[in-house]
């Protein structure tokens, strides 16, 4: 497991538990926080606050490296990682926006002037919420093909919290379906 807590001087750091053993990744005088791990690059992804503003941090457990993803004048907050994708928010201008890098090359996904958050990856999409109307939307990002969907509940309802689940149905030998 991953995760962030206070350090004895006050600051938050990283810290890694695998087979009972605990281990601190950052040790530092800033915060680090909301660390995420992705098992298929074996990297961690996470905010760090640099000269006052939070900036992307991603560490590489096979070659036990750390590089930063971001340098901007703004805010960028919230990451997650999947394979060689890594996507965030950023507070631009008035409102937080989606941001993405693949292979090092950072994309502005989202350029509007509602809140865009809490984005995750997974494979070839990227699920975040999007402030549209006076409720919350989710919006998914094809990676193939660079289109972005809406999903909105027909009854009004404000969808918050988007992430991935698989459902699959399970045909068992009797002829039953489970899902």
Do not use: C
């Amino acid at each position: 497991r991953i995760f962030s807590a206070l350090d004895e001087e006050g600051d938050k750091e990283i810290y890694v538990e695998k087979s009972g053993e605990l281990s601190a990744l950052t040790n530092n005088q800033v915060d680090d926080d909301a660390p995420y791990f992705d098992e298929v690059s074996n990297t961690a992804v996470w905010q760090r606050l640099i000269e006052g503003r939070y900036q992307i941090i991603q560490y590489d457990f096979g070659e036990e490296t750390e590089k930063q993803l971001t340098y901007d004048s703004f805010n960028n907050m919230q990451p997650s990682v999947f394979d060689d994708t890594v996507v965030w928010q950023g507070w631009v201008g008035s409102d937080w926006e989606i941001f993405m890098s693949v292979d090092s090359t950072v994309t502005m996904l989202t350029d509007n002037t509602i809140h865009d958050i809490a984005p995750s990856v997974n494979g070839t999409h990227i699920v975040w919420q999007s402030f549209e109307g006076d409720v919350w939307r989710v919006k998914v990002y094809d990676l193939r093909t660079g289109l972005t969907d809406t999903v909105s509940d027909s009854g009004g309802g404000s969808i918050e919290n988007p992430r991935f689940v698989l459902v699959y149905d399970a045909k068992m030998e009797t002829g039953d379906i489970e899902t």
